[in-house]
């Protein structure tokens, strides 16, 4: 044991890391530790009161597709129509594309990413 060693431990300072404290850490929750960096991502949302669609609207137009959860909001119907109203006019601004894909879901995209909302049968 040398003695910067000796004198780490007496700090309290150690070269010792806990990973799954590492990777706990909140500095961590937006690190994808198992892919290489990409241009955009899609990101699941919960949208749980009205505020949560400026963080929609920024990740958006940092060019990311957004999946929003709305069943919290479901239970509050008219706020819920707002929002869902405000959304598909900012997607309409943007050139991007909105649109529920079940009760629960709604797919949102960034500006030149169309979602094709007809339903056919696989080619043969």
Known sequence: MGIFDKLGKTLGVSKEINLEEYMN?????DVDVMHEPAD?????????????????????????IVLLNITEMSKRPN???SIVDDLKGYADKIDGD????DAE????????????????????
């Open 79 to 81: 706020t819920l129509k």
């Open 98 to 101: 909105i649109a529920r894909l």
């Open 25 to 29: 850490a909140a500095e961590m929750e």
């Open 40 to 64: 955009h991502y899609v990101k699941p949302v919960s949208l749980q009161q009205q505020t949560d669609v400026d963080l929609i609207k920024k990740e958006l137009n940092g060019g990311n």
């Open 105 to 124: 879901k709604i797919l949102l995209t960034p500006g030149k990413i169309k979602i094709v909302k007809t339903k056919r049968a696989p080619s043969k």
